[in-house]
């Protein structure tokens, strides 16, 4: 596709269950990136992908959150035992790898809400 | 622990001033530095860069960045209702690749 795309647009689960978002990024860019937006927040990085391999995984908040990207494309954010806080936009964006970071291409996010 | 501030606005311009959306942040070692728009609903969309101290124009919008100041704006000329959205300003450090952003400025410019 032309843009990035995210999947499912719109989640509600409730505490306790497990989730899956997936990203499918531009296609070409190597790198990946996971970001979570609350509302009246910016966005906050939760991980950075470079190829296969996760190249920067600081932002990720506890070990309940976890995420993959195994053929250098298509990346999945796991939640586990999800939480009411958990409840936000979550955001993936992708780029070149070489061009500058923070020249990203946003999808139009994931909206998980936990009940 | 990296900051990034801005004035949450909300920022009200008539349609064809000029706007100013002002950012600050804490980290010296700071090298590039970005301006997104979100569009309410929507995902931010990257608008301007700017690396070094001066200023870049872009149509009509001007980043200005002061390194000394720990400070970067954004000049929209000619505002237009179609402006009306928030402002997030962004920061990279070194070689890290992830943003640090504020928390945005909501803009209404006034028909």
């Known amino acids: 596709g032309a843009g990035v795309s995210q999947t499912p647009s719109n989640k509600v689960t409730e505490k306790g269950k497990y989730v899956e978002l997936r990203c499918d990024p531009i296609?070409?860019?190597?790198?990946l990136y996971w970001y979570r937006q609350s509302l009246g927040q910016g966005p906050e990085f939760l991980i950075y992908f470079q190829g296969t391999g996760a190249a920067d995984d600081s932002g990720l908040p506890n070990d309940r959150f976890f995420a993959v990207r195994p053929e250098g494309s298509v990346s999945t954010l796991k939640i586990q035992r999800t939480e009411r806080g958990d409840s936000a936009m979550y955001l993936c964006?992708?780029?070149?790898?070489?061009?500058?970071?923070?020249?990203?291409?946003f999808g139009e996010g994931s909206r998980l809400t936990v009940l | 622990q990296k900051e990034v501030e801005q004035n949450s606005g909300p920022l009200s311009v008539p349609e064809g001033a000029i706007a100013s959306l002002n950012c600050t942040y804490s980290?010296?070692?700071?090298?590039?530095f970005f301006w997104y728009r979100q569009y309410s609903g929507k995902s931010p969309e990257l608008i301007m860069s700017i690396y070094s101290n001066g200023d870049k124009e872009d149509g009509r919008f001007t980043a200005q960045l002061n390194k000394a100041s720990q400070y970067v704006s954004l000049l929209i000329r000619d505002s237009q209702p179609s402006d009306s959205a928030t402002y997030l300003c962004?920061?990279?450090?070194?070689?890290?690749?992830?943003?640090?952003f504020g928390s945005g400025t909501q803009l209404t410019v006034l028909p």
């Open positions: 964006a992708s780029s070149l790898s070489g061009r500058a970071a923070g020249e990203l291409f």
């Open positions: 962004a920061v990279s450090s070194g070689s890290a690749r992830q943003l640090t």
């Open positions: 980290d010296r070692g700071s090298q590039s």
């Open positions: 296609s070409g860019h190597t790198a």
